[in-house]
């Protein structure tokens, strides 16, 4: 059966036209059927017939939903780092932003359910923050719909704009939270299908929604609209919805009754070698995610193993969990862990020198060095175990000056945090003050055996998948950003000189904590009390 | 004038009722003005009543329309490095892939229109290739949308799938479209609104389609579909619709009817630091694009200056130019530059040593080993002017072993090139086989004389905004990677040693090419016949 064109556009037959699309495509009447509804089509006498007049063609261009899908694909890697640890901390970001506003302790658990009598493997993140309303939880599904710019209700009187959090030392607000797209990115960079349960404060409602690429793909071939879809809105702990291969929600949704607030983050059809790392490497990545925040788990003076007087008792408790649900299970507490980075620098160090930086545009930075002395026969400055760092590339040819590359070698002086959270592939070589002068009297070890730390409010710009600073070094050598010593007598006091108050640390450092004993020839024997 | 919420849900006036939002909002008279279409709402006894069976609501997650004007703004940035030669590289990129079908000259022109006297400025990347259909265009315009997904006809019938191309000499493929992002980002990130123009071959339709800020902005005020548009098919030659603040369109369009097809991107809102950028550092910005494409512009052999005969006159020419319109105009093409990093590379080189990579999983890489010998009083290695690399950091302690580091230094030895062009930031240091073996009896200076390039296909992934790759190092480390030598004699073959051929050519390049001139005391004068 076909369509009469002629008769369809009323066309006296003796008239020769013919119906093209505006690729100049001829529609017969079996591409006829083809069409879809607003279709714009011309009826001209010959296929290559010049429009008489310009026309206007209506368009739609939604993006893909490879949008969500692939977004984070290609944007956690870095030359030969693994992605996941990158991935995991956008979700425990979004948890830290959630629940900024805790009264209590603040909860972020990690579970990766792989133990299959629970079901299908998953990765749920699960935090006690403020949660979501329905209109937010839409919200959070639109992708690069920043807080700036963000309407979180449906009643314009009840929109509250955005606010800057306060300063804190370090920096650590707890605002992680930027481009509106880290949640989605992570997701499904884990997995491939995202449910989000969420109990907003005081609202007797949990809201949940699904995304998922299957969904995606089908809405997409049956010619639907890919970004409608639905929340279910439900009183807690009623699981009748789930089925039995996601079983492991059970336990989840029991236990929202329970729960003030809550958001939960349902990852599945995890690939198996995320699994695979996500087992296999365990103590690798859960040393990533402390490093990351380290600062957010120890306060702002970080994990000092022995002098719990620095302890910050003021800030709420953050804890990050994290359970690994297998045969056999287990569970740790990222303030357990001892070997990151940060650790290592805080414990092996004798004495700090803090500074304080201004630019001209209003970004601030808290910047401390850490001084690693030489102890009898080696370097305290400690190895660099994190593989989120650039590996030292070994100097193939053997170097005169000795002991010099020992301590910190060839790597940066700076970790950077932004808003108190790590931004791992930005270091900052050195400043000009604490270069080694040409004509110094210290000895150049002394200029290799302080590391240092930046952190810096979110003046400074990271890129969306918060890996990289973009734009750090530049700003903070202009010549209009500002060094201020900090000493914990006379603090930040102005006009103070930064460089002669460091190479005084230094001297400091150098003469009262380094030890070194040098073996010259043998003289004799001495008995050295200090030891 | 209020709604009496009563009657319009005929609820007895006996009966307590409330009206609320899924976010537990209580909706009274005033609120119900407000709501949009399609909002779910529930009828309760209380505001707080747990719900008696579970609701869904229907939602719209559209992409924030940021996705498109903000993808570029953080992507393009690598510390310290100016972003705009990245995002004009997209543009060449989608100009290369649409003239690679081209019988004659291909023609890329990029024109930097500045001169107000033709309206406001604007940069405008033209080129002689396919163009677009409009449904092409439309599909231009969705973000994410790859072409290994696109449907690029209405009709089912004659919608082809992607075809990879033929593999060819260096990966010079033109192939260099992907991810469905670049023309988007790139052309936000110059500026804040793209008119494309486009006129497919055999079409008598030219096609164009505006995006602007200013316009999405629009719409979401007022509540409309972001992401709905208009294309304007008309005849070639009518700029009827230009308005006088564009009237530099004038002559492009004019110029539409001696073209079968071609596409014209045109950026304006360029804000005026990229105009200055543009300007002042006109010869930084365009070396760095002849480099980038240096392969595409020469052919495969490269820019050798003296050899004609390794031009190649095989693959059509490609013109890539560029034209700065102000007062002074002037003119140049990108052939021209003399001192992009590989043209320096390539002609201090005195010999070549080629070899073929073959991983598991079917990447291919064709790889050169340039010699750059010692020659009388110093190293040939040319200096590294290209800012898109890292800075070679200068050590600060004197190095003992002299000459050594002089030569390639620190720098990593090869740079590389994706489907032929380069990905700026990622290099690669080393390969075993051609790392100085322990007990060599060639002098250690030898081993930093030689710069290197790979050429991959596609097989190795990139990162979206292709500046980087995402495992290349990786991949080629890994154990079952195969490295074949490849002699202009015996092409490719198997089973021979890389590392006993790389050590053959290395010493040959010293015994026969470096000319080092030792003062160990003065003996007799000496003629060198040689010199
Ligand atoms: N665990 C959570 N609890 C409460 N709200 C959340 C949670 N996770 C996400 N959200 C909400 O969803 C929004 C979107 O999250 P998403 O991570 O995708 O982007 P973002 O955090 O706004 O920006 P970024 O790209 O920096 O991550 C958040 O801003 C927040 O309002
Ligand atoms: N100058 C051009 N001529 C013809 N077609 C073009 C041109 N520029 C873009 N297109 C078409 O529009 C599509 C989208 O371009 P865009 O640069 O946004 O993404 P892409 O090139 O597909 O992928 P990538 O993210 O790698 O750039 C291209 O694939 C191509 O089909
Ligand atoms: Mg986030
Ligand atoms: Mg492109």
Not at 241 to 257: A, M, N
Not at 349 to 375: I, N, Q, W
Request: proline share 4%; net charge negative.
């Amino acid at each position: 059966m076909g369509y009469d064109l002629e008769m369809e556009f009323a066309v006296p037959s003796y008239q020769r036209f013919v119906l093209v699309t505006t690729d100049r495509t001829v529609v017969n009447d079996g591409k006829y059927k083809e069409l879809q509804d607003g279709s714009t089509l011309y009826l001209l006498q010959n296929k290559d017939q010049v429009l008489p007049v310009a026309t206007e063609e209506n368009i739609n261009f939604v993006p893909h939903y490879n949008t969500l899908i692939e977004s984070g694909t290609f944007e956690y890697f870095a030359e030969g780092q693994k992605s996941l640890p990158c991935a995991l901390a956008e979700l425990v970001d979004n948890a830290l932003s959630a629940t900024a506003k805790n009264t209590g302790v603040r909860t972020i658990e990690i579970q990766l359910l792989f133990d299959r009598t629970f079901g299908k493997p998953a990765v749920v993140v699960l935090d006690n923050g403020c949660g979501m309303t329905s209109k937010q939880l839409n919200n959070w599904a639109v992708y690069r719909l920043s807080k700036f710019m963000r309407e979180n209700s449906t009643f314009e009187s009840e929109r509250d704009a955005y606010v800057r959090p306060d300063p804190v030392p370090r920096s650590l607000n707890s605002d992680i939270s930027y481009f509106g797209v880290g949640g989605k990115q992570a997701a499904f960079h884990i997995g491939d299908s995202v449910r989000m349960i969420s109990k907003p404060i005081s609202s007797p409602d949990v809201h949940e929604l699904v995304l998922s690429k299957e969904e995606f793909q089908k809405k997409e071939q049956n010619k639907e609209d890919v970004f409608k879809g639905t929340i279910l809105n439900r009183k807690p702990g009623d699981y009748s919805h789930v089925t039995s291969s996601e079983r492991f929600l059970h336990e989840v949704i029991k236990e929202e009754t329970g729960r003030d607030s809550f958001t939960a983050v349902v990852i599945t059809g995890v690939c198996p070698e995320h699994i695979k790392y996500l087992k296999q490497d365990f103590s690798e990545w859960t040393r990533q995610l402390a490093h990351i925040y380290h600062y957010y788990i120890h306060g702002p003076n970080g994990n000092h193993k022995t002098d719990n007087s620095l302890g910050s008792n003021v800030i709420p408790q953050i804890d990050i969990l994290v359970t690994l649900r297998d045969k056999p299970s287990y569970s740790m507490n990222l303030r357990k862990v001892e070997d990151d980075l940060q650790t290592l620098y805080i414990n092996s160090a004798v004495d700090t020198f803090e500074f304080k930086v201004k630019t001209s545009e209003g970004g601030t930075v808290d910047g401390v060095l850490r001084y690693h002395p030489f102890l009898y026969d080696k370097e305290t400055y400690p190895k660099d175990l994190n593989v989120l760092q650039a590996p030292v590339e070994e100097d193939d040819y053997e170097n005169e000056s000795g002991t010099m590359n020992q301590a910190r070698g060839k790597r940066d002086i700076f970790e950077c945090f932004w808003n108190g959270r790590l931004i791992p592939y930005t270091t900052v070589s050195e400043f000009d003050w604490c270069r080694r002068p040409n004509k110094s009297v210290l000895p150049a070890e002394c200029y290799s055996r302080f590391s240092g730390v930046l952190f810096t409010n979110d003046k400074f710009r990271v890129n969306a998948s918060k890996q990289k600073f973009m734009d750090l070094e530049l700003k903070l050598k202009n010549k209009d950003t500002l060094f201020t010593p900090v000493s914990n007598v006379q603090k930040a006091s102005k006009g103070r000189n930064i460089q002669k108050e460091f190479t005084q640390w230094l001297q400091n450092c150098n003469s009262q904590f380094d030890k070194q004993v040098k073996f010259l020839g043998f003289i004799k024997t001495v008995e050295r009390k200090d030891l």
